[in-house]
Every structure is written in C-alpha cells, then in structure tokens.
C-alpha cells in the first residue's frame, strides 16, 4: 500500500516522530488463505476501519453478509444463529491471520496488521476500569468489549498504544512465569526478565 503517515510515540512527555508505510499484507501460516487473498481482505479491513471508526468481529460480518463485499469468500454462510457466532469467530481467525510489511524510518518489519484492543465505549463500560493494567494483566470483565485496529492506528493513537505495549509486558511475564523451571531456557527467561526491567527503567 502507499500511504504513510509521520507518527509519535515514547515515554510520557517525549515525542518521536516515526515514519510508517504499509508495504503490504500477507497471510500469517496456517490461515487458510494466501497472501493474494490476505491483501485484498486486508485492505478491505483498512477501509472498514475507516469507515466505522472501529472494528470488531460483528461489524466484520455485517459488512462480509454482502456478496459485492471483498470479505464474503471469507466465511462460510448460513443462516441460524449459531452460525453467526461461528462466522464471528472466522472474523477474528480472519484479522488474526494477516500480517503487514511496514516501512519504519527505512527499515521493513513484519506486524499483526489487525490487533486487538479494549474498546473504552462499549455499553455498559465501567469508567473506573484501568485499561491498561486491564490489558496486561489479559482481563476479562463484562465492561470490556475486545474490539480490532488496525496495527498503524494503534501507533498513532497514544492510549491504544499504552494498551498495546502492556499486553505485550503481560504475555512476556506470563511467558516467564510459565517457562521459568523449565531446564534448558534458562538463558531465554533470563534475557526475557532483562527486557522487561529495561522497558520498566
């Protein structure tokens, strides 16, 4: 893809200015699905986006019911509720399963395009819930809907961002509370635990 878009990111009170573009999409392994189809799906994505200011799996499918739609060979249709659910579920299968080739200050790196994210809105939404601390510590509390965005919205977004960075030092801490007295990964736990108090400092 040729957008790109100068984004700030970095501790509180610190502003650096990154530039992004999207290269383009592919397929993660074992999605069922090339990287001819992961591009078009993950424009198509982009766009709803876009489109909706948001993301989730059920606005995916309404948006995938339309044969017109990029996304409709995605799912397998049909008409009960229960497949609903299941095409839902294909929905995040679907966002889980593309990944982007983005240009960050001239070097290539390759990201989940589509992550998920809390969605501070959503009916119901508990105001006092820390979604951060939420995040890293992978909550699940009915005042928290998980929705998706795209992963260059997420950069740009300061708060999401926030979310982003701490689930990711949760799934590290749990990776070393899991694997920690297991023989042979001493020196990756120990590099992982070093990480984390690097990013703490």
């Not at 999605?31 to 982009?46: D, I, S």
């Not at 005042?143 to 997420?154: E, M, R, S």
């Not at 977004?157 to 949760?170: T, V």
């Amino acid at each position: 893809m040729d957008s790109s878009d100068k984004d700030r990111q970095g501790k509180a009170g610190e502003e650096i200015e990154m530039e992004i573009k999207i290269n383009r999409y592919r397929a993660r392994p074992g999605r069922g699905f090339g990287h001819e189809r992961a591009e078009r799906y993950g424009k198509e994505l982009e766009a709803l986006h876009a489109r909706s200011g948001k993301l989730s799996a059920s606005i995916v499918v309404e948006a995938a019911s339309d044969e017109a739609s990029p996304l409709h060979d995605a799912f397998t249709w049909a008409d009960d509720e229960a497949a609903r659910l299941h095409r839902e579920h294909e929905a995040r299968r679907l966002m889980a399963g593309i990944e982007v080739e983005i240009v960050v200050d001239g070097r290539v790196i390759e990201s989940r395009a589509f992550v998920s994210i809390f969605d501070e809105g959503a009916p119901g939404a508990d105001p006092d819930i820390d979604l951060v601390t939420a995040r890293r510590n992978g909550a699940r509390h009915p005042g928290l809907k998980n929705d998706y965005a795209p992963i260059k919205k997420v950069v740009e977004r300061p708060e999401l961002l926030a979310q982003y960075r701490e689930q990711a030092r949760g799934e590290l801490e749990r990776w070393i509370k899991r694997y920690q007295n297991v023989q042979g990964l001493e020196e990756m736990v120990a590099k992982a635990r070093a990480a984390l108090a690097a990013a703490a400092a």
